[in-house]
C-alpha cells in the first residue's frame, strides 16, 4: 500500500506540488522523479502513470504559471473600458497569482532547460502573453498626457515578473508588490491620473470577468 504524505485535489496535484518544492529549493537538475515520488509518497512507477518523464512535470508547472493570466488578457483585449484600466487589471491579475502560487515558480524561467526544443510551446505562450501586455501598454501611452519613456511599452511585463526575483530575495511573497507594481506600470508609461480610482475600475473589470482570485 501506498503512503502518500501528501494531500491533493488528486494524485497529479500532489505530484506537481511536490515537484514545485523540489524544483525551486533543491533545482531541477538534482531532483530526480524518484525523489518527486517518495515527497509524495508514491512508488515510481505510480508518477509515471501521470508523467512519462521529468520534463513532462516540470511543463506542467510552467503552463500553471501561464494559463490563467493568458486566458485574462484575451479577454481583456476586446474589453471597452480603456487601455490603462485593462491594463492596471491585468498586471494587478498577475502579481497576485505570482504571489499567491504555493512555491516560486517564476523562478523555473530561468531554467537552461527552457531554451530546448522541448519548451518551444511554453515559450510561444509566455510570449504571446509579453504581447498582450505590449499592445494594452502602447495603447496607455498613445492615451497619455505626458510623454512616458520611450519604449517603455515593454518594461510593464517585465516589472511584474519582478516579483518573481522579490520572493526569491525575500523568502516569501512581498505584499507592496500587489499596489507597487501595477501603479508603477501606469506611471513609467506617463498616466497621471488617480490611481486609486484605477484600481476601483480595475477591481469592478476583474470582478465582472469572473476572477479566481480574490481581491481587496
Known amino acids: 500500500m501506498e503512503q502518500r504524505t501528501r494531500r491533493g485535489r488528486t494524485p497529479r496535484a500532489e505530484i506537481l506540488d511536490a515537484a514545485g518544492e523540489l524544483f525551486t529549493t533543491n533545482g531541477y537538475a538534482n531532483t530526480s522523479t524518484r525523489a518527486v515520488a517518495d515527497a509524495v509518497g508514491i512508488r515510481q512507477a505510480s508518477l509515471y502513470h501521470h508523467f512519462a518523464a521529468k520534463d513532462d ?17 484575451g479577454q481583456l483585449r476586446d474589453r471597452p473600458e480603456p487601455a490603462h484600466i485593462r491594463l492596471y487589471a491585468l498586471a494587478w491579475f498577475d502579481v497576485r497569482q505570482l504571489c499567491a502560487a504555493h512555491w516560486n515558480l517564476g523562478a523555473l524561467y530561468l531554467l537552461p532547460e527552457l531554451r530546448t526544443d522541448r519548451f518551444a510551446a511554453f515559450r510561444l505562450r509566455r510570449d504571446e502573453l509579453r504581447g498582450h501586455y505590449e499592445t494594452f501598454a ?5 492615451d497619455a498626457a505626458e510623454a512616458g519613456i520611450p519604449g517603455a511599452e515593454v518594461l510593464p511585463f517585465r ?24 501603479d508603477a506600470t501606469l506611471r513609467m508609461l506617463g498616466w497621471q491620473g488617480d490611481l486609486d480610482e484605477i484600481r476601483g475600475a480595475a477591481s469592478e473589470l476583474l470582478e465582472r470577468l469572473a476572477s479566481p482570485l480574490p481581491l481587496g
Open 138 to 142: 502602447g495603447a496607455v501611452i498613445a
Open 159 to 182: 516589472l511584474v515578473e519582478t516579483v518573481i526575483s522579490m520572493r526569491s530575495d525575500e523568502g516569501s511573497a512581498p505584499a507592496y508588490a500587489e499596489r507597487t507594481i501595477p
Open 57 to 73: 512535470i516540470l511543463d506542467a508547472l510552467l503552463s500553471e504559471t501561464i494559463a490563467t493570466p493568458l486566458e485574462l488578457a
